[in-house]
């Protein structure tokens, strides 16, 4: 590395400095070091001598350029092939000036950019220029290339530093309250002053990048980027392109608005007086705007500025050639605007003297310098410290013509129209209300941006106006609450309204989170749909993207949201407090009216069993998702336009109302998919808006008293599920309504999405015989058809059994009129089953119905006028059978007679012939009202026959002698549940067998026992071991049972026994078998049941209390 010092004016001791500079370190370093002619440099490391031409230096001579003093540095000529760990950092001027608008250079083009302009830099020399002094070198290394712009990156990041600290600064002089806590500013006020020390060293040392300045700025940076959420959204709109919005403001901004930014700057200066710790404050123009000495004119006659400095001085500052010359020229204007005559003081004394001289007299002074022109350069100046400093400069930056604490930009000032225009959009039809809503914000800036995201791309007018007189009202509001303000009230209020009921509970979720706290996207989603806030994840996309462009939400990582704190806080005080909740839940309060208007902005609203008569004309429920009436019998009517406003509605239940007829505002529910209109027996009509409905995909009519389908049902092409009942009213009604068929020719085929059809009718209708046969001709073009519901009345209709998998018969004619023995929960227990034949009045036994009981897992044998027993329909055929009801079927005298029906197989019967078992997959098995009904099996027994049966009930069996044989016992493993009801001949529920069996524990699953109206019993089991698991025991109207048995009450589960308090009371308990402690137990979990009171209620109630 060659090093050439040529000397003009540098005085000797600079000289010596630069040369020490260059030798007191780095010894791994040799070049040459030429001095130019007239340098007279004694240094014992050099021995050079001037006007010796070329010295060289030892390569491991130190070269230290990190400790050049204070210089002014212009590259002129370089060479870049230097081989040298060192990192340099110059002013470049044949570089593009450090824009401090911009972020840190980060990026890579960029980066290639500038070090390519460095590399085709043409000389072989660089020259390092003092005041009147220069330093020229030629260096040579490869790692040089990437040196300088190391250098330049960390000049410009600690610019970056500097420039946030101002924003900062900035922020704090604004309304109502610092957004970063107050206590950690006092802190970072410290750190401020460290900022600009930094800057000020790295000046005077030439701007390297080595490790201390390095780390300086990684800490200032790490300082700073604590408050990264409350500036960088102002940082990023101050460095937006902003030629037409400064356009724009030059050309809207009148004499009121440029009054309120000087104002803005004014404030802001005041502000830092009164923190005392910025020695340094420089202001800079904004062109068409605002001056910067129309500022600093305006402060000065403040009378709060007079009382805070005891003498105000203004000095206006030309281009000079000298440092010395400028701070004259500055000591002048000091003396004379004082009054002081200097003129002799000045000659011979320091540059620094005359300032200091004038200011000293006073405890504390503010010097105002007006720069009003570029080029000056006053980084050596000097001044007092006891004093405040004020520097005006052009549209520049005026750390580049002295080092300040602070810099205050007036274009900075136009932060509040910046922030609006910049959220809102361009409009050039509404900038005149524009400036009237940023002068109602009063500059607070958070209240600006959420107006303004919440008005952008609205061109209605009126919705502007609306929002401008709202906020001239604020002053009606109630006073806020400490620390809140009126203007972010107002704001939050308009942007609220405009919010629907499921996005306010969202905000409200939000700000139930911990204060200040990050919320991590993926989060807050699943607590959303968690909540029952919203019900996909996509739903919960769209709100959330609400919430961010609204601002209520800010993005702080591509996975995190935040809301501003001051946001939350007047969200939780003002607004959420009277949010109606998302969920209207008054099921069974018996409400006689509806709910008020304002409580039917929900998601859901559930109003079943209650006495509502009326419902509200036209509620306003915009994201209504679901709405249930169901059992308000008094509801007769809705009103014409109450579904007007339900665009989102997806559920509607109105079943089991007394309503006549359906509003034409139905056909307003564009998004409903689920309509329940079950049990409404007054409804006898379906409007033709029904064919609106494109989006249905559940109907369900079952119960009403509909006369047929409107042809616009065919229209319904999402239609899954249909569900309806007919009822005749005879061919003189249906020809006055102009009906000719219930299903349309064609209706069912159109219904190309149908899964389920369930079509039910009055059994007394023999016009449905007809109108079934053209329907079975519509039937086989549902393709998609999974489960079929129909009535049959003939067998031979059991054909549609191959269009669904899973379906629901009702064949045979039968009275509608005539009352059912079966308990209807028994009955719907039928109708749950996948798949099920229901045949009543049977005179035979149909090969149909015996081809449809091998793929039917559900029987129900109603009032067969000649069966004899269940097997007459073929073991065979009821293999896969679990389900099983026999009802009123007079002649059928058991269930199953097993000495009929051998087969080869693993199981022998009497006669040497192998046996198969029989209904081996039946679970359920109801017996009810079988008068000649004798036992339940006959015959012997095979392995394996009713292995599966869990629930056996007997009912009304007057004739019924046995119920269970020894070897039936062993098949009932899995017996869960016995009921013996109102079967007079049983003394017993097992018959008597040889005492090789009395060991053994038969039903060893049972669970629950009811024995109810055995008049003849005596015995539970006849003294056999039963019922290991038995949990409870109900015995009613059973006179003659005196005794219980140890073997047939073993459980050690036994939790309750329910009888009459009399039959308890005569009870005998023989000691031999029961001890006192016994007795004890069994008395303590006995549950009286009354005679006087309903039997099946008494058992319900108990039933649910254990």
Sequence with gaps: MDLIVRKDSFSPEKEHSVISSLTDEHSDWGGTLSLCPGSSIDHPQLHVEPPLPNAHLDRKSACDLRKLPSLDLNVVDLDLDLDLDLDLDFNFDVLPRFDWDRPPVSNLEENNARSSKIENLHGQHAVISGEQSCITFSLQGNEFREMIPKAMLLRERAMACNRRKDLLYLLMSYPPKPEADQADLLLLRDDFIKINQTIKRMEEIGFTSGKKMESDVKYLEYRLDKYGFYIN???????????????????????????????????????????????????????????????????????????????????????????????????????????????????????????????????????????????????GLKFPEHGLVLLTAPAMNVYQIMPVDLEIKMEDHLLPWMLFFTNVGYFDSIQEIALDLIKACRSHLIAIILLARALKSVTNVAVWQLALEELKAHSKLRSPLEGTSEVMVCVLKFVWERKNIVTRHCIKHCTSMTKDRKLRIYSLLSCWIENNLIETEEEGEHVLQDLMDSFLLEVVSYIYVRMREEVRDVLLKHFIPHLHPLHLRKEGLGLSEAPKVAEWDAREINLNNNELSELPSRPKCAFLVKLFLRNNNNLTVIPPSFFKRMPMLRVLDVSYTSIKALPPSVSRLVSLKEFLLRGCELLMDLPPEIGLLLNLQLLDLEGTEIMNLPREIGKLSKLECLKVSFYGYGNSYRESKWIEKRIPMGLLSALSSLKELSIDVNPDDEEWVADVTDFMADLHELRGLVTLKLYLPEIGLLDAIKYAPSFKFTVGHHKQHVISCLPHSVEKEFEKQENYIKYNNGKYIPNEIKNALKCTSAFFLHRHWTVKMLSEFGNENMVVLKFCLLVECNELQTVIDGGEFCAEGDHQCESGADKKPVLESLEYLGIHRMMNLRSIYEGLIAKGSLSKLKYLALHECPNLSTIFTITLLCCLNNLEELIVEDCPKINGLVSQEPSSFESTQFLPSLKKMSLIDLPELVSIASGFCIAPKLERLTIYACPILERLSPMELSSKNLEVIKGEIEWWDSLKWNESEWSLKQQQHMASIFVELKRDASLMNQLAESGNSQ
Aim: aromatic content about 6%; charged content about 20%.
């Design 233 to 379: 959204l102002y940082y990023a709109s101050l460095r937006l392109p902003r030629c037409r919005l400064e356009e724009t403001l030059v050309k809207i901004c009148g004499t009121e608005e440029r009054g309120r930014i000087i104002g803005s700057a004014i404030r802001q200066i005041v502000y830092c007086f009164k923190e005392g710790e910025l020695k340094v404050i420089g202001i800079s123009s904004c062109p068409g705007i605002a001056n910067a000495t129309i500022v600093t004119k305006a402060l000065e006659d403040l009378p709060e500025i007079r009382s805070m400095f005891e003498v105000v001085v203004s000095a206006k500052v030309s281009q000079f050639h000298s440092i010395s010359e400028v701070q004259t020229h500055i000591a002048e204007q000091i003396h004379r605007l004082l009054g002081t005559d200097i003129s002799q003081r000045l000659l011979g004394t320091d540059i620094s003297l005359p300032i200091d001289a004038a200011l000293k007299p006073y405890k504390n002074f503010l010097l105002v310098l007006d720069c009003p022109s570029e080029g000056i350069n006053l980084h």
